[in-house]
């Protein structure tokens, strides 16, 4: 794993975290992971950042409200680091598929669409609930959106060259951006899924993932490419 893909799993918390008290014990390090986890699982299957209580939360986590409001100043704040959690799992899980997988650098080009779709169409399909949460609770300027948009460049600076080195020769006069714009589209395509639902396309659809892949790769290939 190269210096430029590497990002410590809980890089994307690091500035959330520094701002709350930090636990002093083993105990209370378990106690944050519980209270983490099911904040996850209860966002995930509400859909919504309001769809749960705090009642709900601490008696999920196995903790008292006093054991949250000793952590975290308000339920925003506590939703927040859910969500830069989660970003910070993803992005571990990514950089071990790019460090041991060798069809990230070596392709072919259809098969490293694939992974980039497997990627988000499973991505989205674990956390669909907390995705679509926080893209209704905020407006795209707010804050919360941050680590989500952060996120998301840090995956696509991972992902683009290793694709954009196998597009055709001439495709484009800058693969990397078009590649980066052809990704984007697959990220809109399952955004549209699971927040509209629209007829005729499924999250859990087995054909999902083999419709984008084979939209992401026409895209990018051309009639003569071979290896493309």
């Known amino acids: 794993m190269t210096a430029e893909t590497t990002i410590p799993a809980d890089a994307a918390a690091t500035t959330l975290r520094a701002g ?24 995930n299957e509400a859909g919504s950042l309001t769809g749960f209580s705090l009642a709900d939360l601490v008696r999920a986590a196995s903790t008292s409200v006093g054991a949250f409001y000793a952590r975290f100043p308000d339920k925003e704040t506590f ?7 989660t ?6 899980e990514l950089d071990y598929s790019l460090a041991t997988d060798p ?3 070596a392709g072919p080009a259809a098969a490293i669409c694939g992974r980039i779709v497997g990627f988000y169409v499973g991505l989205f399909r674990r956390h669909r609930g907390l995705f679509a949460a926080y893209m209704r609770h905020s407006p795209a300027q707010n804050p919360l959106w941050q680590p989500i948009r952060e996120a998301n460049r840090r995956i696509l600076d991972a992902m683009v060259p290793r694709l954009a080195s196998h597009v055709a020769a001439g495709r484009f006069t ?23 639902a629209p007829s005729g396309l499924a999250l859990d659809d087995p054909r999902l993932e083999q419709r984008l ?14 290896d493309a």
């Open 20 to 43: 709350l008290k930090q636990p002093r014990q083993e105990r209370s390090e378990a106690t944050l992971k519980a209270m983490l986890a099911a904040g996850r699982t209860l966002i």
């Open 79 to 85: 939703c927040a680091l859910v969500l830069e959690d």
């Open 87 to 92: 970003l910070a799992e993803l992005r571990a």
């Open 103 to 105: 069809t990230w650098n």
């Open 174 to 196: 800058g693969p990397d951006n078009e590649t980066r714009i052809a990704v984007q589209l697959v990220i809109s395509a399952l955004t549209s899924i699971v927040l509209h």
């Open 213 to 226: 892949t084979a939209m992401l790769y026409c895209y990018l290939s051309s009639p003569a490419a071979g």
